[in-house]
Structure formats: structure tokens, C-alpha cells
């Protein structure tokens, strides 16, 4: 039986996933309306293919409880928050789950740590906490990391389909592990060390988010001479060797625009291309904000409350909200004091901003500019309706004939 710790957006359909394809699995979460949630057959968050998943692993016999489970193998995917000051990672959701799970687990149990880590959590505190239990590594207790990859928007296809990566101690715990994730993962799976492992996640990560810092910094030397930044890139994209992805309002969730700042907290004076990237889109909501500023000065527009921004999670079409570019921006806003700009988003049902809207004709009728921040569908199907409003695209969606970009 594998026992799931942490059933977000990770551990969810991990452990769907796993009881899906002819596991017994039992998912574990400390949060009892989460649990409750989950035993009355409802899903907790909205992502493409999600809901049938969930209906295929309740016909298999997956079980919710807020207890750890005894057994030999665990997966523990619960948060890993990083401190916004000292830029890193606090692993005490991991230890505690590792300190409960030494306290149930069978004798010679697998732990597999799929939360995302900065290098060297494991030796420096996810050991100690096994040994200081008095178990030892290797023979009553056997650690592996296998950090997720799966972009939200589009989980369920790359469970099945992404490549993984299986940091462990010993070959044979390594193969015992890469058998479980085989059962579902089309993907080939590398076997490698921990520490090797580690940094691949945040390398990944890293990796992006110096790309997308790459065309941000780009749109602000296009805009500096009133350059066509989507056109430079797709041209420049046209090479066999280059690969440019798109500037953005800011960069937002909890993977890309947290994980680089691993690599700063702990390398300070040798992450120095990193710092400036996240640097570079952490400004970017401060940029938006000032073309917001900008562009009501040139169409002489003096009202904020005409001024709504479209768009709150951190990216299209799914309904998470973490470090979204939309509330940086309005974070901003308040540091200069000013009257908080309209917000609309489809996914987002509840009130959690100022001004906040929930019928978009009603939130277009009412501004007299518009700021795509998200390029949900649901705007490109309604284009129609922003014909006679200022525009003000962060992702280059609409065919604008008098609109404005970043
Ligand atoms: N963004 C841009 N320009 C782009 C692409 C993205 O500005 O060209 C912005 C998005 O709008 C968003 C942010 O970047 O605000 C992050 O979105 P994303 O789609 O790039 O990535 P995440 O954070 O949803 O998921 C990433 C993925 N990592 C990589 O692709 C290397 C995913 O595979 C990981 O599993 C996930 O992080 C994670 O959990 O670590």
C-alpha cells in the first residue's frame, strides 16, 4: 500500500494517479475540510482531466484519512514555502512529515520526498531527523527524491507522459521505486543520486526563469525604441538554436518564481545571472503598472476606477492564485497610495481584491481601459467586446489596430 502525504496540487493527482492504474493507495492530509472534501467526492482545485481521474481512482478503492498510514512506502508532496527574506527554502513541512511517517512506517519503508527542495535539503535536515529517531538510513528506513514536474493547466497528461528523475542511495531501492512509477509513467525514468536530483528540479526552474527574464528585459529595450518585441522573438525563434519564450506582466506560482531564489539564498556570490533574472520579473507588475500610468496620461484618462485589470491567477486557465502578477501589481499600487484598479477574473469566484468584478461584460461596460494581465480563453473568445476600449495586451492576444503592448 502507498500512503500519499499532502494532497495539494501535487499529491492529488499523484495519488489518483497511482490508484488509477491498480495501486492501493491511501492519501493523508492534515487538513480536515480537505479530507472531507475528498471523501464526499468532491475534487479540491479545477485542472483539465482532474474530476474523471478522481471518479477512476474512487472506483479503484482510493481512501482519504487525516491519520499516517503504516506501510512500507511513502510519498510525501506537502508545501515547501521559502522565506521572501533570507530567499530560502523553510523544509519543516517535509521534516515533520518524515518525523511522523519514522513513527508508523513498517522496517525498511521507502520514503520518496516529491516536494520540491532546494540542494542539500536532504543531507542537511531530512536525514537528521531519521537518525535522530533512532532509525537507521539504509536498513529501516530508505530516502529517494523524485521532485514532480507536471505544469499546472496541464497535469494529468504530463503525469502520464513527462520524463522523471529518481534520486536515492542505492540502485536497488531506485529500481524498487522506478517499478511504482512505471505502472502509470510513459516517460523514461533516470535513476540518479540525491543531491543530483535536488538540483535538476531547481535547475529546471531556474532554467525558465532566466528564458523568460531574457524577453522581459528584451520588451523593455523594445519599448525604450518602439520595437515589436513579439515580432523580434518569433523571428529570432525561427534559428535552429535559439529559443526565446514571451515577456509577461511578472512571472507568478509557486515554482518558477520561487525555486531560482534557492540557488541566490544559498549561492549568493555565484548566483549572480539568477539574482538579476528574478530580479528583472519580479519588476515587471512595477513596469505594467507605470505603461498603466503612462497610457493614461497620452488618452487623458484621470479615473483609476475606469482602469480594470483583466485577470488574477498567475497564468490562464486554471484558478491559482499564488505570487500572481495581478496582486504584485496591485501591492504596488498601494505603496504609491493610489485608489485600487478594477479586477475581473473567470476562475476566481470569491472576493479577495478591492473593485473586484465577476460578470466580464458588466467589468468591460463599466472601465475605459482594459489590461489583459491573464490570457485566459475566455477573453480570446470575447475579443468583440473590448472594440471600443483603450487595451493595454501583456500577452500580445489581441490583433490591436490602436491598442498598446508592455
Ligand atoms: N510565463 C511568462 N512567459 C512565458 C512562460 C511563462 O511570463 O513564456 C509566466 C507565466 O505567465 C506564469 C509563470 O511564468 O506567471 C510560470 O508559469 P509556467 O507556465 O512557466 O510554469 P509553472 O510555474 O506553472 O510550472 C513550472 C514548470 N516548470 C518548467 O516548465 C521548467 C513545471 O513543469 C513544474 O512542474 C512546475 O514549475 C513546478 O511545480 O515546479
Not at 52 to 76: K, P
Not at 87 to 104: C, L, N, R, T
Not at 172 to 199: H, L, N, P, W
Request: net charge negative; aromatic share 8%.
Amino acid at each position: 500500500m502507498i500512503n500519499v502525504i499532502g494532497l495539494g496540487y501535487i499529491g492529488l493527482p499523484t495519488a489518483l494517479m497511482l490508484a488509477a492504474h491498480g495501486l492501493e493507495v491511501i492519501g493523508t492530509d492534515c487538513n480536515k475540510e480537505l479530507v472531507d472534501t475528498l471523501k464526499a467526492g468532491r475534487t479540491t482545485f479545477k485542472e483539465e482531466g482532474l474530476d474523471a481521474l478522481f471518479a477512476r481512482a474512487g472506483q479503484a478503492g482510493i481512501r482519504f484519512s487525516q491519520q499516517y498510514q503504516e506501510t512500507d512506502f511513502y510519498i510525501v508532496s506537502v508545501p515547501t514555502p521559502y522565506d521572501k527574506f533570507s530567499k530560502k527554502v523553510d523544509p519543516s513541512y517535509v521534516m515533520g512529515a518524515v518525523k511522523d511517517i519514522v513513527q508508523v512506517s513498517k522496517p525498511g519503508a521507502v520514503i520518496v520526498i516529491e516536494s520540491t527542495i532546494s540542494p542539500g535539503t536532504i543531507d542537511r535536515f531530512i536525514r537528521p531527523v531519521i537518525t535522530e529517531s533512532g532509525r537507521i538510513i539504509g536498513e529501516d528506513i530508505h530516502l529517494a527524491h523524485a521532485p514532480e514536474r507536471i505544469i499546472p493547466g496541464n497535469m494529468v497528461y504530463e503525469l502520464l507522459h513527462n520524463n522523471r528523475t529518481i534520486g536515492v542511495d542505492s540502485p536497488e531501492i531506485g529500481r524498487k521505486i522506478k517499478d511504482i512509477y512505471s505502472r502509470f509513467c510513459q516517460g523514461e525514468i533516470v535513476v540518479t543520486d540525491i543531491r543530483t536530483a535536488e538540483m535538476t528540479k531547481v535547475v529546471e526552474n531556474t532554467f525558465r526563469a532566466v528564458n523568460i527574464a531574457f524577453a522581459n528585459e528584451l520588451a523593455k529595450i523594445c519599448r525604450h525604441d518602439n520595437l515589436d518585441v513579439y515580432e523580434i522573438i518569433r523571428i529570432c525563434n525561427m534559428h535552429p538554436r535559439v529559443n526565446i519564450l514571451q515577456p509577461g506582466p511578472g512571472v507568478g506560482g509557486h515554482c518558477i518564481s520561487v525555486d531560482p531564489w534557492f540557488l541566490v539564498g544559498d549561492y549568493p556570490s555565484l548566483a549572480k545571472v539568477i539574482d538579476e533574472s528574478m530580479k528583472t520579473n519580479d519588476g515587471m507588475p512595477e513596469f505594467v503598472l507605470n505603461r498603466i500610468y503612462e497610457i493614461m496620461k497620452e488618452r487623458g484618462l484621470k479615473d483609476l476606477k475606469k482602469v480594470g485589470l483583466y485577470g488574477l491567477t498567475y497564468k490562464e486557465n486554471i484558478d491559482d492564485i499564488r505570487e500572481s502578477p495581478t496582486l504584485q501589481l496591485l501591492s504596488s499600487q498601494r505603496h504609491h497610495l493610489a485608489q485600487p484598479l478594477c479586477v475581473y477574473d473567470p476562475f476566481i469566484q470569491e472576493d479577495i481584491v478591492a473593485n473586484q468584478y465577476h460578470d466580464l461584460k458588466e467589468f468591460i461596460q463599466d472601465m475605459e481601459m482594459v489590461v489583459i494581465m491573464v490570457k485566459h480563453d475566455e477573453i480570446k473568445e470575447n475579443m468583440e467586446l473590448l472594440k471600443d476600449k483603450i487595451v493595454l495586451d501583456c500577452h500580445n492576444i489581441c490583433d490591436l489596430q490602436e491598442g498598446y503592448h508592455l
